[in-house]
């Protein structure tokens, strides 16, 4: 009698609930039903199917370290790996050697790359050669590296070898090889579009700038006759634009130096170029002096706080200097406000609040010019210009 006779084959059959348990086991494990999805796939496991076997092991893998049971879960990896399953088994070699690699064990995790690599499935040939890639850069071998970057690179374009793209062309940028890393990030585009990617060719595009920019820099200095190499509004736009690049890419003290650079420069036009750029936005006070003081006062009103907003500007600091005055007004507004709308008018209180008030800027930069230019204007307004604050006002009273 044979299975066409109508009665049907047991083997047959068990496959099929082997099947059916593999699929209930994974909607468990995606539904959060971890330990309820290991129970089931330890039910496939024992029933020993070559078939399903390598499947149930890589599940069972994945649900234990989800589980946070590591050695349990690369037990599994290997109960798949040794299947030799061109799908399964790579894939459990491709999770035991990540594993491996979150935990900085380097040699165990080159040991399940090269596994990986002999059970010969292709689509996962450039995530092998990426992971030995990263152990080689890791373990301070650049030619090892080079040669696994290039291997990855090599392989038919997909995501797997976007994602390797994109990591070997970020290291390469922060190595400054600009030109390593466009070929890259060119390669790793051919698989498709890849935001990362596209913001590592900008990146590219920025160093490049920054190279051009820093070139107009060097060629302007005077020469012995005093004379420049380039007409101040040049050299003024590459110092403005290469020390905003600067800021952007994360370097603020080297941008500050750029920005103090060109305010030295040696040009005293091209030297005025530069601070006017830098000081574009900045409030403009009105320059003429009161009729009574203009006998005396003839030179370009300056205020106080302009040093502290210029060097906010090119330290790339303005956001913390606006919070730090937001800040002390915001204090200064709630020490003086309270008397005020509870209706105080003892006069002591009052003026014990307001040099409470006073006091709030002391502690920043800033404060002490603050203080001296209200000591300076309260001189000129009372008669014969006297000092009438003590010293160290407001801090020592």
Known sequence: MTAASGNPDPSTANEAELANLCEQARDLAENGHLKRAAYVYE?????????????????????????????AARGADRMAI??????????????LALSHEADGAGEEASEAWQELLALGNDRYVPAAHHGLARISEERGDPAEAREYWSRALAEPPTRLVAEAAHDYAGRLLDRGEVDGAEAAIRTGLEAGEHPGLRLLLGAVYMERAIGE?????????????GGTTAPPET?????????RLLEVRG???????????????????????????????????????????????THEVTAWWDPYVEAAASE???????????????????RIAGPVAAGEERAAELRQVAEEAVRVPSSYVWGRALHDDFRERLRRAVAGGTDVLPPGWPDAT
């Open 43 to 71: 039910q496939v496991l024992d029933q020993g199917s070559p078939t399903y076997r390598p499947r149930a092991a890589l599940g069972l893998a994945v649900v234990r370290h989800d589980l946070g049971d590591v050695r």
């Open 235 to 243: 050299t003024g736009a590459a110092v403005e634009l290469l020390a």
């Open 213 to 225: 920019f820093g070139a107009v820099t060097a060629e302007t200095e005077p020469g012995p006759e």
């Open 316 to 334: 790339g600091t303005s956001a913390m200097l606006a919070g730090e005055l937001f800040l002390a007004l915001d204090q200064m507004y709630t």
């Open 251 to 297: 370097d603020p003290e080297e941008s500050q130096r750029v920005w103090e650079y060109g305010m030295a420069h040696g040009d005293s036009a091209t030297a005025e170029e530069v601070r006017s750029r830098l000081r574009r936005g900045f409030l403009a006070l009105d320059a003429s002096p009161p009729e009574e003081a203009q006998a005396e006062e």
């Open 82 to 95: 040794e299947t030799g399953d061109p799908e399964f088994a790579a894939r459990a070699a491709y999770h």
